[in-house]
């Protein structure tokens, strides 16, 4: 009988030593904070990234200095690639097929992408269109011109 009161009374020892109390809020600080460290350059609130349905096929002609415009065709995957195609209308050699991958710009409302042959484009991504940026990342500022610039997504019925 004392065997098993001394059993009893260890093991409600035991127990009762093992269940110190932990500060919560404290570790929910550390892993907060860990985790804007490391996803500093994912960005917070709504943008094109995190809420349009951004993936798809996109068509459009945009001007060209030296013929009648490029037709072109852009497939955006959900895993960050990408093809495209490329038609120089009124060009003899004018078709041009690309694919590789694309990134999001920190704030998460324009991409970039590189072919396989480090060939680079940058486009703001808007609901169902993506708009064809210039080398510096900017939109066409001349108001006649900038709707040239729109690839409009195919919905698919």
Same mark, same amino acid.
């Given at each position: 009988m004392k065997n098993k009161i001394l059993i009893l009374a260890f093991s409600t020892l035991l127990i009762t030593s093992c269940n110190k109390k932990v500060d919560d809020?404290? +570790?929910e600080t550390?892993?907060?904070e860990t985790e804007i460290k490391t996803d500093s350059t994912i960005a917070v609130g709504d943008n094109s990234?995190?809420?349009l349905d951004w993936n798809g096929t996109y068509k459009g002609t945009i001007p060209c200095a030296d013929c009648e415009? +490029?037709?072109m065709e852009i497939t955006l995957n959900k895993d960050l690639t990408f093809t495209s195609k490329?038609?120089?209308?009124?060009k003899e050699k004018n078709e041009f097929n690309e694919n590789g991958a694309f990134s999001w710009n920190k704030e998460g409302s324009g991409i970039t992408t590189i072919s396989q042959n480090k060939t680079t484009a940058m486009?703001?991504?808007g609901e169902n269109k993506l708009i064809r940026?210039?080398?510096e990342g900017k939109e066409n500022s001349d108001s006649k011109m900038a709707d040239m610039y729109v690839l409009n997504k195919e919905i698919s019925n």
């Open positions: 809020t404290k +570790i550390t892993t907060a990234q995190n809420s415009g +490029i037709a490329s038609v120089y209308l009124g486009y703001k991504v940026l210039n080398s």
